[in-house]
């Protein structure tokens, strides 16, 4: 649903569907959201009658859930100045990381997401919204003529500083992404 309304805010360009999207992903991590690992299960907090909650980042015939949470968030990230939705990404990424790592081949989403988190300058862009926004005098309704074409940049595939400078990710084309923390 999120996906959709964001597809559709790219090719309208009408706020309430990218304010649609912003909605349906409050209410994801509301009931779905993993507060000690990070991630979304597969069922709702507040679901009776069972006896674990899972929470699966394998693809299968369809992406996984998780990895398409990943994208739509760092997607909200890039359109709005919501540090949080950057932060569950990042949260979500180095939860499934070490899977990742051990089984790529089902994976193949969350590695789409990790290409993309790994690509852009988050600080960065979110920076260049923020200044945009100020200098323009733009409403928060208004975003959708911003652009952060001019901060992306090629993935590197040595060392990656974490956006918060609190964790570092390496990323190793052969052993997948692993993280460290200092």
Do not use: C
Request: no cysteine; aromatic share 8%.
């Amino acid at each position: 649903l999120v996906r959709g309304t964001l597809g559709l805010y790219s090719a309208t360009g009408q706020e309430r569907w990218l304010k649609a999207a912003q909605s349906v992903t409050a209410s994801m991590i509301r009931m779905f959201w993993d507060e000690q690992d990070g991630g979304f299960y597969f069922t709702r907090a507040d679901q009776e009658h069972l006896v674990v909650r899972t929470k699966s980042p394998y693809d299968s015939a369809l992406p996984s859930g998780n990895a398409v949470s990943v994208n739509n968030l760092l997607t909200l990230t890039r359109l709005t100045t919501a540090r949080s939705y950057l932060d569950k990404a990042q949260q979500t990424l180095q939860n499934f990381a070490s899977a990742m790592a051990q089984s790529p081949g089902g994976f193949m989403h969350m590695l789409f997401a990790v290409n993309r988190y790994l690509s852009a300058d988050w600080v960065k862009a979110t920076k260049t919204l923020e200044k945009q926004a100020a200098d323009t005098k733009l409403k928060a309704t208004n975003r959708s003529e911003m652009s952060i074409f001019s901060v992306l940049k090629a993935p590197r595939s040595d060392l990656i500083a974490h956006p918060t400078g609190d964790d570092v990710v390496k990323f190793s084309a052969t052993v997948g992404p692993t993280v460290q923390t200092d």
